[in-house]
């Protein structure tokens, strides 16, 4: 059913960023004007020029109009820039498998110009401290523009209730890095009842899947791990947070559903709803859950090996139908890569995680291409509704006065996806080998050009997202 909601590393840029906003503030931001593109609008596709000045979007402006460049973009579409909610970026603490610039400069490849990225870095993300560390850390370091949620703990309630400049409160119900599992239900009900900001969740029911291990001990193959982390540890997990979400009424999104009995929890709960606007609740999807299933571990074992695991191929179909009908209302990769060397080791000593933020886009523009989908519900999914959702202000749409974050794409574009193409500092990606049509070819960030089709901007460097009703 249609469903909206109302709602420091070691790094050093050697002084590019400081040259590059010299730059700006002798010459002034680049004033770029898109011709004759099929703009990808709230409610229809429609061809027009769009002007991208002082990092804001001008529609359809005057005919004679002076720009620094001027682009012919006719056959082309122009989307708003994708935001993905949910990433793990290893900055502080892991950056041998990614960080903050490797991250984001995949992010640009891949027409992503917003991240949201998660609190299980070491240290964690879990205080208000450490939170405004990691802002500051973006500011040196990301191409695009970031967020960061703050990480719950058992007790860590007080931090909780002071936190600002964030999307909200990350809760891992099941096993996590460091302090951060949150399994008790007298933790779980006192972070819904006495904080205010948005949560959400990984939802695996740590108890339901430590039973699964001990049964198989501990997992011999790839494809224990989706018996391990099976269907019931799921389904309890979303039950139980839906429920406190409910009780106090307090806004929780979904993370990565990877089942059908997730959907139709989903379904069942919207549809009791007498309005839209009485909705607490959220979901996303992830490529991964929606194009891989237990069949893809013989052929591609570890590389496939991520939590929640990938179910069968009737969850697939189920995914994808919720995601058609707005059940599930969002698109988001739960970016989180590891290095080849340790993806190759055996089951279980194998990380979880996959990266995708690069290649997201391409997957569902190439799902599109297969009838899979309609253009625009994609786009919402990976553009407005995160925006919605997580209250972002100015993004998310082409629409007057927004964020110049905007990214052309072309439909007809066939190309590779190749493990040494890759931006990610991990190097590699499931997908390697795989032909795609419909590909970003230019992405631009508050109005300036950060990927061209070929290369990053790498001096570019994004703003810290703001969300509605939190303080400066």
């Known amino acids: 059913m249609p469903f909206a909601l109302a709602h420091a590393s070691g790094w050093d840029p050697g002084g590019l960023h400081d040259d590059f906003e010299s730059t700006i503030e002798s010459c002034g931001m680049t004033t770029t004007l898109i011709r004759n593109a099929t703009c990808v609008l709230p409610d229809r596709l429609h061809q027009t020029d769009v002007l991208l000045r002082n990092g804001k979007i001008e529609l359809d402006p005057a005919v004679h109009v002076e720009a620094d460049e001027v682009i012919d973009a006719t056959g082309l579409h122009l989307i708003p820039g994708v935001i993905d909610d949910q990433v793990h970026f290893r900055d502080p603490g892991l950056t041998h498998k990614e960080d903050l610039h490797t991250g984001s400069r995949a992010c640009a490849a891949g027409g ?7 609190p299980n ?4 993300t879990t205080s208000v401290q450490a939170l405004h560390e990691k802002l500051e850390l973006a500011s040196t370091k990301s191409i695009v523009n970031y967020g960061f949620y703050i990480g719950a703990t058992p007790d860590n309630v007080q931090e909780l209730q002071r936190a600002e400049r964030t999307p909200g409160i990350k809760i891992f119900i099941g096993s ?3 302090n951060l599992l949150v399994d008790e239900q007298k933790a779980l009900e006192r972070i819904f009842a006495e ?20 049964k198989l001990d501990g997992g011999k ?3 224990d791990h989706s018996k391990i982390r099976d269907h019931e540890a799921a389904i309890i997990a979303t039950r139980r947070a839906m429920d406190l979400a409910i009780k106090y009424h307090h806004h929780f999104h979904v993370l990565h559903v990877s089942t059908a009995a997730e959907c139709d929890l989903l379904y069942a709960y919207y549809a009791s709803l007498s309005q839209i606007s009485d909705s607490v609740i959220s979901a996303e ?15 591609l074992g570890s590389l496939v090996q991520m939590n929640p695991s990938i179910k069968n191929k009737e969850d697939n179909a189920r995914l994808w139908q919720a995601l058609k009908e707005s059940t599930i209302e969002v698109i988001a990769t ?36 297969q009838g899979k989908l309609p253009l625009e519900r994609v786009i919402d999914a990976m553009t407005a509704a995160p925006a919605r959702i997580w209250k972002i202000d100015n993004k998310g749409q082409l629409k007057q006065g927004f964020d110049a974050d905007v990214v052309l ?3 007809n574009l066939k190309k590779t996806v190749l493990n040494e193409n890759q931006q990610t500092k991990s190097g590699w990606s499931p997908w390697h080998g795989v032909e795609l049509t419909g590909w970003p070819v230019k992405t631009w960030c508050m109005g300036e050009l950060v990927y061209d089709g070929a290369k990053v901007n790498t001096e570019h460097r994004g703003r810290e997202a703001t969300f509605r009703g939190q303080s400066d």
């Open 221 to 223: 193959t790839f494809t």
């Open 334 to 369: 739960d970016h989180a890569p590891h290095t080849m060397e340790e993806k190759q080791q055996p089951y279980p000593q194998s990380p979880s995680g996959l990266p995708a933020v690069e290649n997201s886009l391409a997957l569902m523009l190439n799902s599109v291409n």
């Open 285 to 299: 999807v992830c490529p991964h859950h929606l194009l891989f299933n237990v069949e893809d571990y013989e052929r």
């Open 112 to 118: 992503v110009t917003t991240f949201l990225e998660m």
């Open 121 to 124: 870095t070491k240290p964690s």
């Open 409 to 411: 794409v072309d439909m």
């Open 176 to 178: 996590s890095t460091g």
């Open 195 to 214: 904080t205010n900001l948005p949560i959400c969740a990984h939802c695996e029911d740590e108890t339901t899947v430590r039973a699964n291990a001990a």
